[in-house]
C-alpha cells in the first residue's frame, strides 16, 4: 500500500514505479495507492498503475475514499463471461447468494467464539443452518443484529453505511479499501461488475463487487473491534491497520484475504460459466495469534503492501 492522503505535489511515472515527492516507488508489490486531495497525478503514472494491476483510491479531505480507478481486464473470456453472468438461471443466483450468506455468517461467528462470547455465536450457527436458497427468511440481517450488539458490546448500534460516528467510519473506511481490491479481481476475472447476484441497484456500477465482498467483511470487523474503544480515521496509524487487513492470513491455510478474494472471484467466473456446479464462498476464521501485539495488521510500516 501507498498512502500518499498527505502529499501535495505531481505523482508521475518512473521505471517500473512512480515518482512520489522525488523519491521513486516501485510497484511490483504494491495493491493499492491512497490519493489526498491535494495530490495530482500523470497521465503515465495511471497508466503504469494499471499496468501493475494497482487499484487508486481518491480519498476526500477526511482521507475516506470516494473514488476508485482500476485496469481494464486482459482476461481472453472477457465476453464469454459477460454473456454467461447475463444468463445466469434464478435458481444459480439465489444458490450463490446462499452460499455467500452462509459463509459471512460463519466469519461473524467465528469473530463471536474468539471474543469469548460463546452464546451469540451459537445463536449464529443456528441461523447459519437456516440460509436457505436465496436466503428469503434474511438470516444474513438477524444475524447482524445479533452480531453488532455483541462484538461491540452495544445494542444500540446499527451499522449505516456512510454514517459518520466513529465504528461506522471506520467501518466504511476499511470496506472501501476491501471493495477496492474485490473490483480489482472482478476485473481480472474478467467480470463485468454491473452483473450482481443480489445487488441490482440500477445506479450501482459495481453490484457483483457487493455482492463478493460479503464474506470478506468480518475481516475489517475484527480489525476494528482489535483497534480498541478510542481509535478514529483522525489517527494515520488506524487507517495503515485498516488497509493492512487484506495482507492477513483468512485463517490457519495462510492464505491472505487479498488472495482469497481473487480466488473467489475466479471460481464465481467459473460457476457463471457453468465449469462449477457449486459456487465453494470462503470464511474468514481469525487467525490464533490475532489479539496479539505482534499480529500484522497491529503493527504496519508505511508503504507497505496492502
Same mark, same amino acid.
Not at 449464529?124 to 427468511?137: F, H, I
Not at 501485539?293 to 496492502?306: I, K, N, Q, T
Given at each position: 500500500? *501507498?498512502?500518499?492522503?498527505?502529499?501535495?505535489?505531481?505523482?508521475?511515472?518512473?521505471?517500473?514505479?512512480?515518482?512520489?515527492?522525488?523519491?521513486?516507488?516501485?510497484?511490483?508489490?504494491?495493491?493499492?495507492?491512497?490519493?489526498?486531495?491535494?495530490?495530482?497525478i500523470?497521465?503515465?503514472?495511471?497508466?503504469?498503475?494499471?499496468?501493475?494491476?494497482?487499484?487508486?483510491?481518491?480519498?476526500?479531505?477526511r482521507?475516506?475514499?470516494?473514488?476508485? =480507478?482500476?485496469?481494464?481486464?486482459?482476461?481472453?473470456?472477457?465476453?464469454?463471461?459477460?454473456?454467461?453472468?447475463?444468463?445466469?438461471?434464478?435458481?444459480?443466483? $439465489?444458490?450463490a447468494?446462499?452460499?455467500?450468506?452462509?459463509? $459471512? *455468517?460463519? =466469519?461473524?461467528?467465528?469473530?463471536?467464539?474468539?471474543?469469548?462470547?460463546?452464546?451469540?455465536?451459537?445463536r449464529?450457527?443456528?441461523?447459519?443452518?437456516?440460509? +436457505?436458497?436465496?436466503?428469503?427468511?434474511n438470516?444474513?440481517?438477524?444475524?447482524?443484529?445479533?452480531?453488532? &450488539?455483541?462484538?461491540? =458490546?452495544?445494542?444500540?448500534?446499527?451499522?449505516?453505511? =456512510?454514517?459518520?460516528?466513529?465504528?461506522?467510519?471506520?467501518?466504511?473506511?476499511?470496506?472501501?479499501?476491501?471493495?477496492?481490491?474485490? *473490483?480489482?479481481?472482478?476485473?481480472?476475472?474478467?467480470?463485468?461488475?454491473?452483473?450482481?447476484?443480489?445487488?441490482?441497484?440500477r445506479?450501482? &456500477? !459495481?453490484?457483483?463487487?457487493?455482492?463478493?465482498?460479503?464474506?470478506? +467483511?468480518?475481516?475489517?470487523?475484527?480489525?476494528?473491534?482489535?483497534?480498541?474503544?478510542?481509535?478514529?480515521?483522525?489517527?494515520?496509524?488506524? $487507517?495503515?491497520?485498516?488497509?493492512?487487513?487484506?495482507s492477513?492470513?483468512?485463517?490457519?491455510?495462510?492464505?491472505?484475504?487479498?488472495?482469497?478474494?481473487?480466488? !473467489?472471484?475466479?471460481?464465481?467466473?467459473?460457476?457463471?460459466?457453468?465449469? $462449477?456446479?457449486?459456487?465453494?464462498?470462503?470464511?474468514? &476464521?481469525?487467525?490464533?495469534?490475532?489479539?496479539d501485539?505482534?499480529?500484522?495488521?497491529?503493527?504496519?510500516?508505511?508503504?507497505?503492501?496492502?
Open positions: 500500500m *501507498i498512502d500518499a492522503t498527505q502529499y501535495v505535489g505531481a505523482i508521475t511515472a518512473a521505471q517500473g514505479g512512480v515518482t512520489i515527492g522525488g523519491q521513486r516507488v516501485p510497484l511490483e508489490d504494491v495493491g493499492v495507492l491512497l490519493l489526498g486531495n491535494r495530490a495530482s500523470s497521465g503515465g503514472a495511471l497508466s503504469l498503475l494499471a499496468r501493475y494491476d494497482v487499484v487508486v483510491l481518491n480519498c476526500d479531505w482521507g475516506v475514499p470516494d473514488l476508485v =480507478g482500476y485496469a481494464w481486464s486482459a482476461n481472453s473470456r472477457v465476453a464469454a463471461r459477460h454473456r454467461a453472468q447475463a444468463d445466469l438461471s434464478q435458481p444459480r443466483r $439465489k444458490a447468494w446462499q452460499a455467500i450468506v452462509k459463509a $459471512k *455468517i460463519l =466469519g461473524q461467528q467465528r469473530n463471536l467464539e474468539v471474543a469469548g462470547l460463546h452464546a451469540e455465536a451459537r449464529l450457527g443456528v441461523l447459519r443452518r437456516e440460509v +436457505r436458497s436465496g436466503d428469503p427468511s438470516c444474513e440481517a438477524q444475524a447482524a443484529r445479533v452480531y453488532w &450488539s455483541a462484538v461491540l =458490546g452495544d445494542p444500540e448500534f446499527r451499522r449505516v453505511p =456512510g454514517a459518520d460516528d466513529r465504528v461506522n467510519a471506520l467501518l466504511n473506511y476499511g470496506y472501501t479499501v476491501l471493495r477496492g481490491f474485490v *473490483i480489482q479481481a472482478v476485473s481480472a476475472a474478467g467480470l463485468w461488475p454491473t452483473y450482481g447476484i443480489w445487488h441490482r441497484n445506479s450501482n &456500477s !459495481f453490484a457483483l463487487a457487493d455482492d463478493l465482498i460479503e464474506p470478506f +467483511r468480518p475481516a475489517v470487523d475484527h480489525c476494528v473491534v482489535t483497534l480498541g474503544p478510542h481509535a478514529t480515521l483522525d489517527e494515520r496509524d488506524v $487507517k495503515r491497520r485498516l488497509v493492512a487487513v487484506t492477513v492470513p483468512m485463517g490457519s491455510s495462510g492464505t491472505t484475504v487479498a488472495s482469497a478474494i481473487y480466488d !473467489f472471484a475466479s471460481a464465481f467466473a467459473l460457476y457463471a460459466e457453468g465449469e $462449477k456446479d457449486v459456487l465453494d464462498a470462503p470464511s474468514w &476464521s481469525p487467525p490464533p495469534n490475532s489479539l501485539a505482534s499480529f500484522p495488521y497491529l503493527d504496519v510500516g508505511e508503504g507497505e503492501d496492502g
